[in-house]
Protein backbone atom coordinates (compact mmCIF):
# COMPACT_ATOMS: atom_id res chain seq x y z
CA UNK A 1 0.00 0.00 0.00
CA UNK A 2 1.65 3.09 -0.90
CA UNK A 3 1.50 6.67 0.75
CA UNK A 4 -1.22 7.58 -1.75
CA UNK A 5 -3.54 5.11 -1.65
CA UNK A 6 -3.12 5.83 2.93
CA UNK A 7 -4.36 9.21 2.23
CA UNK A 8 -7.60 8.42 -0.15
CA UNK A 9 -8.57 6.23 2.35
CA UNK A 10 -7.79 9.08 4.93
CA UNK A 11 -9.37 11.47 2.86
CA UNK A 12 -12.25 8.91 1.83
CA UNK A 13 -12.88 8.80 6.09
CA UNK A 14 -13.00 12.50 6.28
CA UNK A 15 -15.76 13.04 4.14
CA UNK A 16 -17.55 10.83 5.89
CA UNK A 17 -17.03 12.38 8.89
CA UNK A 18 -17.85 15.44 7.73
CA UNK A 19 -20.95 14.39 5.99
CA UNK A 20 -21.75 12.82 9.57
CA UNK A 21 -21.28 16.30 11.36
CA UNK A 22 -23.62 17.75 8.89
CA UNK A 23 -26.45 15.68 9.73
CA UNK A 24 -25.55 16.08 13.57
CA UNK A 25 -25.41 19.80 13.11
CA UNK A 26 -28.64 19.28 11.16
CA UNK A 27 -29.83 17.28 13.64
CA UNK A 28 -29.19 20.33 16.62
CA UNK A 29 -30.71 22.66 14.58
CA UNK A 30 -33.84 20.86 14.84
CA UNK A 31 -33.92 20.49 17.96
CA UNK A 32 -33.39 23.65 18.97
CA UNK A 33 -36.26 24.79 17.40
CA UNK A 34 -37.97 22.15 18.64
CA UNK A 35 -36.66 23.88 22.51
CA UNK A 36 -37.85 26.83 21.38
CA UNK A 37 -41.44 25.76 20.73
CA UNK A 38 -41.31 23.74 23.86
CA UNK A 39 -40.24 26.50 25.27
CA UNK A 40 -42.92 28.95 23.98
CA UNK A 41 -45.36 26.33 24.95
CA UNK A 42 -44.51 25.53 28.01
CA UNK A 43 -44.87 29.59 29.09
CA UNK A 44 -48.33 29.54 27.23
CA UNK A 45 -49.16 26.20 29.63
CA UNK A 46 -47.96 28.46 32.56
CA UNK A 47 -50.07 31.42 31.76
CA UNK A 48 -53.37 28.83 31.29
CA UNK A 49 -52.17 28.08 34.83
CA UNK A 50 -52.25 30.96 36.34
CA UNK A 51 -55.85 31.63 34.66
CA UNK A 52 -57.38 28.77 36.06
CA UNK A 53 -56.14 29.67 39.46
CA UNK A 54 -57.28 33.59 39.12
CA UNK A 55 -60.78 31.17 38.16
CA UNK A 56 -60.52 28.91 40.87
CA UNK A 57 -60.51 31.68 43.11
CA UNK A 58 -63.62 33.46 41.94
CA UNK A 59 -65.40 30.61 41.80
CA UNK A 60 -64.40 29.64 45.66
CA UNK A 61 -66.01 33.06 45.90
CA UNK A 62 -69.26 32.37 44.24
CA UNK A 63 -69.33 29.08 46.67
CA UNK A 64 -68.86 30.84 49.09
CA UNK A 65 -71.70 33.57 48.02
CA UNK A 66 -74.37 30.91 46.92
CA UNK A 67 -73.68 29.37 50.28
CA UNK A 68 -74.78 32.64 52.11
CA UNK A 69 -77.76 33.16 49.88
CA UNK A 70 -79.14 29.46 50.45
CA UNK A 71 -78.83 30.00 54.10
CA UNK A 72 -80.48 33.32 53.92
CA UNK A 73 -83.23 31.58 51.76
CA UNK A 74 -83.58 28.70 54.44
CA UNK A 75 -84.23 31.80 56.65
CA UNK A 76 -86.36 33.09 54.68
CA UNK A 77 -88.28 30.05 54.08
CA UNK A 78 -88.59 29.19 57.57
CA UNK A 79 -89.86 32.55 58.13
CA UNK A 80 -92.41 31.76 55.58
CA UNK A 81 -93.52 28.46 56.98
CA UNK A 82 -94.25 31.00 60.73
CA UNK A 83 -95.98 33.02 58.34
CA UNK A 84 -98.21 30.73 56.72
CA UNK A 85 -98.68 29.13 60.27
CA UNK A 86 -100.13 32.18 61.68
CA UNK A 87 -102.45 32.60 58.99
CA UNK A 88 -103.46 29.20 59.29
CA UNK A 89 -104.26 30.34 62.94
CA UNK A 90 -105.79 34.04 61.49
CA UNK A 91 -108.28 31.61 59.26
CA UNK A 92 -109.28 29.52 62.10
CA UNK A 93 -110.01 32.10 64.32
CA UNK A 94 -111.78 33.96 61.60
CA UNK A 95 -113.97 30.77 61.09
CA UNK A 96 -114.56 30.71 64.69
CA UNK A 97 -115.50 34.23 64.93
CA UNK A 98 -117.97 33.83 61.77
Known amino acids: ?7 DIILFEVQGMKCEI ?3 KSDI ?16 IKGDICSMKDDIVN ?6 NM ?12 NMKDDIVN ?11 I
Open 1 to 7: MTVDDKL
Open 22 to 24: REI
Open 29 to 44: TKMKSEMKDMKNDLVN
Open 59 to 64: MKDDIV
Open 67 to 78: KDDIVNMKDDIV
Open 87 to 97: MKDDIVNMKDD
